[in-house]
């Protein structure tokens, strides 16, 4: 999965003129890798079926695409200033956004528009990042627009949202149903929201696409709310928010398995982002118990029909014992010309120039700090374990350019 992960707040950051706002170059760099995407996709296209995809995903950063990020703070007080969703669209004339902000994100959406397109001809899986809870729902707004304009004419999900929602809008077409999709699995409201965004894509007829992660703004949540006196939104202890990812990547393997057994196509995709050896144990028993896959010469072969709709992931240099386990474990179907190969696990590659990516990668150390922990509660033995893999791989390849002299 490709992963741009330069941020607004970037010393290198330009806004060109007539650019409303937005960070034209890093739009063109996402477009950029989504065309290199489509081209990991088979060449025999003639005899391809539509739902064939690249297996190569590409990641979005929304805020990475704007020079005043909280142009999306704004929004979300808009939306939320709103009684019923639908009623008040973030870029429309409110008190909270001023004729600057409703440039910005006209523009905004004009180009994810752009993307998203690319991204269903190039049939490349286009996955929006989680951010913090005060931008969250603004982003929701975007995605959930995308998401019923490209998922509802596509046999399979192409637009996948991993957010923290906040907010419960209403519609008359979908009654109580909240907009978002998935939160974060950090947040409290997780479950009951996952359930919930998912019954609103059945009621407006599209499929969804789920990235699920534990959470990544643990210390900016808590200072948000210490800062503004109010309840925190995320839940108090690890062992909390396992149980949160857990139950809802029970909910979502429940509901592929249901579609799989029931041929209702592919309505679902869930995508298990996850460091955590329990919870990828967890999935695969789910997976064992609903005949999802089937046990041969001592791996788990998955379904043939199941191949696109459940992936797991891992961050590139981080968790390589995980990643190297599933790889081995988990088998794909034989390939064919009109069911070609979808990878089941998955790296997330971030990139950038140096000075781009460098608060990007420092801000996920910082957060995946407890990798290097042991943890039995996450199944990891911590960074003796990770030393061991890293000097077996250095001997690995010693071994090799000894034999090629």
Known sequence: MLNYSAESHSASVEVCPGSHGLLTANIEEVKAAINFASLTRSSDLTSLSA??????????????????????????????????????DPKTKTEEL??????????LMSNLREIARKASEGRVRLLFDAEQSWIQPAI??????????????SPVPIIYNTCKSSQ???????????????????LKSTPERLAASLRRADVLGYSTGTKLVRGAYFDSELA???????????????????????????????????????????????????HNYESARLVLERMMEDELVQEREG????LKNVTGQISFAQLLGMCDNLTLTLASI?????????????????????????E???????????????????????????????????AHEIMRRYSLLWTSL
């Open 299 to 302: 791996k788990l072969e998955v």
């Open 51 to 88: 739902r064939a995809l690249s297996p190569t995903l590409v990641s979005i950063k929304l805020t990475g695409f704007l020079a005043d990020p909280q142009v999306l703070a704004r929004a979300t007080l808009a939306l939320n200033s709103s009684i019923f969703y639908g009623e008040v």
């Open 356 to 390: 781009q990516a460098i608060p990007y990668l420092i801000r996920r150390a910082n957060e995946n700090h407890s990798i290097l922990q042991g943890d039995p509660t996450s199944g990891r033995t911590g960074a003796a374990e990770e030393r061991k893999a890293v």
């Open 168 to 186: 419960n809008r209403r519609s008359a077409e979908t009654d109580h149903l909240p907009l978002v999709g998935v939160d974060q699995a950090y």
């Open 140 to 153: 929701d707004h975007f995605v959930d627009v995308l998401s019923q304009e490209i998922n509802s004419a």
């Open 330 to 354: 988990l088998r794909l179907p034989e390939p064919s010309k009109t069911s070609p190969p979808i990878p089941l696990v998955i790296k997330s590659v971030p990139y950038a120039t140096f």
């Open 98 to 107: 001023s004729g600057g902000d409703r440039m910005t994100l006209e523009a």
């Open 224 to 274: 948000q709310s210490l800062k503004n006196n109010v309840p925190c939104p995320i839940w108090p202890n690890k062992a909390a928010t396992d149980a949160s990812y857990n139950k809802c990547a029970q909910m979502l393997e429940t509901r592929v398995a249901k579609e799989v057994k029931e041929g209702l196509g592919v309505k679902t995709a869930a995508f298990f982002a996850t």
